[in-house]
């Protein structure tokens, strides 16, 4: 049996003990601790932490949930790390992302479903009563929750738009896939008034609130949801800190949510947003290319090094990231969630 040390983002140490045959998930819950995962099969990177000291063997992984550059880093995920020595390990979350008991599963209310954008839907859903959590909302603003439908289909995660609420109001954008479980019920079957099961909230992608340092957000696609979710908080809290989204999609007429974007421009005045098309087929007065592209050439006249936080395809977190070393971001200063169609 070893000794495991886990430090959060904001000082705090989890402890626990961890057989040579678990996974580092797994003895933390058999310990009653809840660390951040969503796939558990090393598919997506929602349990990566850093090892600061001690040995591990990682199991089968996919470089989609854990790049090489992470791995040499010192990086691992703790659903395929089985411990071979005391281990101290460093967490990119605070304490508030980690639970003492099981994920919530909760009941909640189809009460509106709209297009978006091309391809894109808002979903609003509002919890039902609970006997155990009430019907507040409570998360930290960037986290994800699992849906599944009464038919018992396979859970699919996304990622929350809004900010926590006492109303237990959920608000998603999620992009229909071809021939996607979920996406097949959103386009055939949803109707107003539909129950879905919601297991969250989960997830470590959340704001640094130790950090000073300005906060640009690079996100693609759907990955601007939890984006909108922390620039919400911050203008609920009044947060003066500087920020900056880089909002990028391939086509005019997937942007989504600009009304959203307006609205946090005039509580949030410091932010600066770059809505980043990549290849539009029409005129268009804003960035031409991606995301990444804007985010490398603001940062090569920035008098300041920010925290970037990172949402969208595996593509983009490793272009964001290259970016960002190359003009001296530090590697734990940049923030990531990767998403994959299911």
């Known amino acids: 049996m070893y000794k495991v040390s886990l430090l959060t983002r904001d000082g705090a140490t989890i402890a626990f003990d961890a ?8 003895a933390a819950e058999r310990a009653n601790i809840y660390l951040p995962s969503s796939c558990r099969e090393g598919g997506c990177g929602a349990c990566r932490v850093a090892r600061a000291s001690g040995d591990v063997e990682l199991m089968s992984y996919s470089s989609v949930a854990l790049s090489e550059d992470e791995r040499m880093a010192g990086d691992i995920l703790l659903c395929r790390a089985q411990p071979r020595s005391d281990l101290a390990l460093r967490a990119p979350f605070d304490e508030a992302a980690v639970g003492f008991a099981p994920v919530p599963e909760r009941r909640a209310t189809l009460v509106a479903i ?83 099961f919601v297991r969250g909230p989960q997830g470590q992608f959340t704001l640094d609130e130790s950090s000073a340092a300005p906060r640009w957000f690079v996100v693609g696609g759907t990955g601007l949801a939890p984006a909108l979710s922390m620039l919400r908080q911050m203008a609920e809290f009044a947060d003066q800190r500087s920020c900056r989204l880089f909002f990028g999609v391939n086509k005019v007429d997937e942007l989504f949510a600009l009304d959203v974007i307006e609205e946090l421009k005039a509580a949030l005045p410091q932010l600066v947003v770059t809505l980043c098309v990549w290849k539009p087929e029409q005129e268009w007065r804003d960035f031409v290319g991606t995301p990444v592209e804007a985010l490398a050439l603001a940062l090569s006249t920035a008098s300041e090094t920010p925290d970037i936080y990172v949402c969208g395809p595996p593509a983009l977190i490793a272009a964001a990231e290259e970016a960002g070393r190359a003009a001296g971001v530090p590697h734990d200063r940049i923030f990531s969630e990767k998403f994959t169609a299911a």
Do not use: M, V
């Open 114 to 196: 709209e297009p978006a954008c091309s391809g894109t839907l808002r979903l609003q859903l509002q919890y039902e009563d609970d006997p155990t959590f009430g019907r507040a909302a409570q998360f930290t603003a960037g986290q994800f929750i699992e849906l599944t439908l009464p038919d018992g289909s396979p859970k699919r995660s996304y990622s929350l738009a809004n900010a926590p609420n006492w109303d237990g109001t959920l608000e998603l954008f999620i992009r229909l896939q071809p021939h996607g479980a979920f996406s097949d019920y959103l386009r055939d079957r949803a109707a107003i008034g539909d129950t879905l």
């Open 19 to 26: 057989d040579p045959s678990d996974t580092l998930l797994d």
